[in-house]
């Protein structure tokens, strides 16, 4: 049986090999029983058939094959006889902040081997694929245990990015509010906020999964790797304390939004008043002066309407000077 869209790794201190295209089942068992570490990577979920026959090579207990299929379940941990099965969601970056993209990833973790199995083609390990064919660090020098936690940790550093771009689109968004809010404002806003409160729900069960693999599965993780799963925890933990940081940020910002608004109504509504207040006597005066009596001295004066001007102009003045004074603008 051919396998699509997958690649096997095996490497040992000294060397490596790869297989990424044409891969066969006899390809995935030779590379099993060979001297050194085997990593399978697949890029989809595969169909019950494939995964019957991957479950004969790795030993696969049914509920294992069943929990792979199962791309709605919980992020769960369970250890078998002859391997650590774990999975969990991943949040898949993207150059927009607020795309809400995830998939499923499964891990088996044996003693020699590791197969990771994604719900979609989305490459966030070349990494480590770069780490083995360069023998960069000391991942050749290590058990499968410690291909591991470098899969984990590139998975959290996608989050790490992902939390990157929307404190750097809250930092313009801060800006934008602050001067010149605008209704899209506030949806992006809320916009920045659901996708918070979503990667929380994804980080927090990442948290418990990582901090069981730190408790300890001494058939599977050595002793001298815990360190590095105890890193992981505390990145977890970080990750939280920063969403939870950038949501605080957030939740101000839309009180910042409507209090920016609320005070530029508060100035539109004191340019009104008192350009009200300064029309109402002239209004007042003017009304007076265009009722139709027959006895009104002041109609037959000569400087009348000269003087009715200079009355209402000096009374607009002394209303500026006042609300000057009182330093109403």
Aim: hydrophobic residues 40%; charged residues 25%; proline residues 3%.
């Amino acid at each position: 049986m051919k396998i699509n869209n997958c690649q096997i790794y095996s490497y040992t201190p000294e060397n490596f090999s790869k297989i990424t295209q044409n891969i066969h089942l006899k390809d995935i068992e030779e590379s099993l029983n060979t001297e050194g570490v085997m990593w399978l990577n697949m890029h989809r979920v595969p169909t019950e058939s494939e995964l019957l026959e991957l479950g004969k090579i790795f030993k696969l207990h049914r509920t294992t094959r069943e929990d792979i299929l199962d791309l709605s379940q919980r992020p769960k941990v369970e250890e078998f006889e002859d391997y650590l099965f774990f999975s969990l969601t991943c949040f898949i970056p993207s150059h927009k902040a607020d795309a809400l993209r995830t998939e499923q990833i499964s891990f088996i973790l044996g003693k020699n081997f590791v197969l990771s199995i994604q719900e979609r083609k989305a490459d966030h390990f070349q990494t480590v694929r770069d780490r083995i064919e360069n023998n960069t660090g000391i991942l050749r020098t290590k058990k499968a245990d410690y291909l591991v936690y470098r899969l984990l940790d590139v998975i959290l550093d996608s989050y790490f990015t992902s939390l990157e771009k929307i404190t750097e689109e809250s930092e313009l968004l801060d800006v934008e509010v602050t001067n010149s809010p605008e209704p899209e404002s506030l949806n992006k806003i809320e916009r920045i906020k659901r996708t918070l409160i979503f990667l929380r729900k994804l980080i927090f069960p990442i948290k418990e999964i990582v901090s069981r693999l730190d408790n300890g599965f001494p058939r599977f993780i050595a002793e001298d790797n815990q360190p590095y799963f105890r890193d992981l925890k505390d990145s977890t933990q970080s990750l939280l304390d920063e969403t939870d940081t950038n949501k605080q940020i957030i939740e101000s910002m839309a009180q910042m939004y409507y209090a920016t608004l609320s005070h530029k109504m508060n100035e539109i509504m004191k340019v009104l008043t008192m350009v009200g207040t300064i029309f109402i006597p002239l209004t007042f005066i003017a009304g007076i002066y265009g009722m139709n009596f027959t006895i009104m001295p002041e109609l037959h004066w000569e400087f009348g309407y000269f003087a009715v001007w200079i009355i209402m102009i000096v009374l607009a003045i002394l209303l500026l000077i006042y609300f000057r004074r009182k330093k109403w603008f």
